[in-house]
Nanobody
């Protein structure tokens, strides 16, 4: 059982908040950097936020800085993405990915990452 599972997506009004969770199982979680990525209809998958194995280094896309916060609880094998002040432009399927070599400073998707979750839909609409 080697996997990541996202949860917490849903429908929210502009200005609202959601907290996404990425739960890992079957591997040594604290050895893996983790990223959140999203893909909106008609757009390429893009990096949202990334965090290193210990949680001490983070990175955010300019579009979400000041609104989103990434964190991790290695005792629970879980990474979170707290999303505040949500905008319609945040509407997308959100995926988490984990890899020992995920570059937090770059934080862009790579299909070679060892683990990808199945995605969770976030819809921001009035």
């Amino acid at each position: 059982q080697l996997q990541l599972v996202e949860s917490g997506g849903g429908l929210v009004e502009p200005g609202g908040s959601l907290r996404l969770s990425c739960a890992a199982s079957g591997f040594t979680f604290d050895s893996y950097a983790v990223g959140w990525f999203r893909q909106a209809p008609g757009k390429e998958r893009e990096g949202v936020s990334c965090i290193n194995g210990s949680g001490g280094v983070t990175n955010y896309a300019d579009t979400v800085k000041g609104r989103f916060t990434i964190s991790r609880d290695n005792a629970k094998d879980t990474v979170y993405l707290q999303m505040n002040s949500l905008k319609p432009e945040d509407t997308a399927v959100y995926y988490c990915a984990a890899d020992p070599w995920l570059a937090v400073s770059i934080c862009e998707p790579d299909p070679r990452f060892e683990f990808w979750g199945q995605g969770t839909q976030v819809t921001v609409s009035s």
